[in-house]
């Protein structure tokens, strides 16, 4: 072959560029075929995919890729470690670290979560999202102060992020603040369409105002757009307890183990009107009054 290229003025390949064209050929087949078993689902195909190109050569966009695919896979530890070593290359991609504080909260650390947020912030103080999720970090601290203050900051970057004035509201309630949270519900009730989270939450303030019969009205209105919202079902059926209406509370109970066995799990182990009635009294008598 290198006798007929000479022959004919052609030059001879040099291995070593030859190498490197297939390499190159393999990492963007191995890379593709990912990114297409990725978005078809096929995630274990794709990590193997992912990783085959990383063998080849270091690219950022397959480590995120990877990171996703793991988090689909719940390897969220591993996510994480690719997507601090992208955060160590690229230090100030905000997005990328919040995507990391994200990964974190799925884990439930808070510690790792609050110091991504905080390294997202040092870049862009004005980051609506990044105080967001500082709050939610420091909530799963248990730091309701804190948390309120960056809910707040939040808000006033950017009005309209409604998860940030619900989280407020729940954490007002928490506190005792029901005004408060009153005002966030009333602005998600204005700004929002019949969506569980935000009814559940005007349940749970009409309850803390003594509006009970408003507050089973809107129970009722989650149930019927979502017959398997167990809060809902757990909920009404306490206000029930608490009015006396030991029918309509065990009605309730009833539902809510049919859709969570668990319930019952520690006290008959079955669905006998004598477990119902005890697993009732047990969960009633033991529920935080603001559903949280």
Not at 93 to 112: R, S
Not at 137 to 142: F, M, S, T
Not at 145 to 151: F, T
Request: charged share 30%; proline share 2%.
């Amino acid at each position: 072959m290198g006798f007929w290229k000479s022959f004919f003025g052609g030059e001879e390949e040099n291995p070593e560029e030859e190498k490197k064209n297939s390499e190159a050929k393999t990492f963007d087949l191995m890379k593709y075929d990912g990114v297409k078993a990725m978005r078809m689902g096929q995630f274990d195909y794709a990590e193997k995919c992912f990783c085959e190109a990383l063998k080849i050569q270091e690219d950022l966009e397959v480590r995120d890729y990877l990171s996703q695919t793991l988090v689909r896979l719940n390897r969220l530890d591993e996510a994480l470690e690719q997507l601090i070593s992208i955060t160590h290359a690229e230090p100030e991609n905000v997005a990328l670290l919040l995507q990391a504080a994200h990964v974190a909260y799925m884990q439930e650390d808070y510690d790792q979560m609050k110091s991504f947020c905080e390294q997202a912030l040092a870049v862009d103080g004005e980051n609506a999202m990044a105080n967001y999720m500082l709050a939610q970090a420091v909530l799963g601290q248990n730091d309701l102060i804190n948390g309120i203050a960056r809910l707040t900051r939040a808000i006033s970057l950017n009005e309209q992020l409604a998860d940030a004035r619900l989280l407020r509201a729940k954490t007002l309630l928490k506190m005792g603040d029901v005004k408060g949270a009153e005002e966030d519900t009333n602005w998600l009730l204005e700004h929002t369409n019949d969506e569980e989270d935000v009814l559940l939450m005007a349940a749970r303030v009409a309850h803390a105002n003594g509006q009970d019969d408003e507050a089973i009205d809107i129970y009722n209105k989650v149930i019927d757009l979502n017959p398997f919202q167990m809060d809902a079902y757990r909920e009404r059926g306490q206000i029930k307890f608490e009015r006396g209406d030991k029918r309509g509370a065990q009605e309730d109970m009833q539902k809510l183990l049919e859709l969570n066995p668990n319930e019952l799990a520690d006290v008959s182990g079955d669905y006998s009107a004598e477990g119902v009635e005890q697993a009732m009294k047990r969960v009633y008598s033991a529920i935080n009054p603001f559903g949280l």
